[in-house]
Nanobody
Framework: QVQLVESGGGSVLAGDSLRLSCAASGHTFSSYAMGWFRQAPGKERKFVAAINWSGDARYYADSVQGRFTISRDNAKNTVYLQMNSLKPEDTAVYYC??????????????????WGQGTQVTVSS
């Protein structure tokens, strides 16, 4: 299992940008597919974006397609989520996820091997 620590959350205005980071430690980072999920108050945790182990395949939820970009740096054991044109409905706790199975980190509701502790993103209008 990998241990994951997110950073980069904060409070911004609609239209602003933020970049989340997720630093991994433990087993070989490059063997894991990585994903970002988010959970708004009273809602289930939902898939946002995912990237395969090599970084050449990326997947996005329809709600963030064209605004968010996921990337990874295997040399730094880090995955990023660049969030542009933020909207109030993007407000949530954002969680980093890791699993050897890419399908798992692209799907809401699946059992995932490792989760980070979450970082709050608040977007005000």
């Amino acid at each position: 299992q990998v241990q994951l620590v997110e950073s980069g959350g904060g409070s911004v205005l609609a239209g602003d940008s933020l970049r989340l980071s997720c630093a991994a430690s433990g087993h070989t980072f490059s063997s894991y597919a990585m994903g970002w999920f988010r959970q708004a108050p009273g809602k289930e945790r939902k898939f946002v974006a995912a990237i395969n182990w090599s970084g050449d395949a990326r997947y996005y939820a329809d709600s963030v397609q064209g605004r968010f970009t996921i990337s990874r740096d295997n040399a730094k054991n880090t995955v990023y989520l660049q969030m542009n044109s933020l909207k109030p409905e993007d407000t949530a706790v954002y969680y980093c996820a890791a699993d050897r199975d890419l399908v798992v980190v692209t799907t809401t509701g699946r059992s995932i091997a490792s989760w980070g502790q979450g970082t709050q993103v608040t977007v005000s209008s």
